[in-house]
């Protein structure tokens, strides 16, 4: 994929979904405890810069819940090359890039939609160019 990418737009910056390396992590973990698991690794993907963040996944790593589900440590480090461009981003900017799901973004104004399909999951169905293209719509006729 990468390499289609970047054939096609060589400006493009490819980076793994942060939502689904989250849930994905989450899947090693026992169900009782995925929820102080999510918490010891919200700092490495809050973290400011990415050395900031690779020290947090360290930390991770050698915490109590990185020894006890080690799988998870190893995910991301092997995800860790599509994660790296998310730290070049303000962090105000990561809240809205961190998922390429629709469903995850914040809420769109009510004009946009009807550039909704009318039911369905919209994390697949709905590229998000079309919701560029409706918003950029709205903003011409402003």
């Not at 360290?58 to 080690?70: L, S, T």
């Not at 550039?115 to 590229?127: E, T």
Request: charge should be positive; hydrophobic fraction near 45%; proline fraction near 8%.
């Amino acid at each position: 994929m990468e390499q289609a990418l970047a054939a096609v737009f060589p400006n493009t910056t490819l980076q793994t979904c942060i939502v689904h390396l989250i849930r994905n992590s989450l899947e090693y973990a026992n169900w009782k405890e995925r929820r102080a698991v999510a918490a010891a690794l919200k700092p490495v993907y809050t973290a400011l810069t990415v050395e900031a963040a690779l020290a947090e996944l360290a930390a991770f790593e050698n915490g109590e819940w990185g020894r006890w589900y080690a799988p998870i440590g190893a995910s991301w480090r092997r995800a860790w090359d599509q994660v790296i461009p998310f730290f070049t981003f303000p962090s105000a900017i990561r809240k809205i890039i961190y998922c390429h799901c629709v469903e995850a973004l914040p809420p769109f104004p009510p004009t946009l939609g009807y550039a909704r399909p009318g039911s369905g999951s919209l994390c697949h169905d709905l590229p998000q160019h079309r919701m560029f293209a409706a918003n950029a719509s709205l903003s011409s006729r402003a």
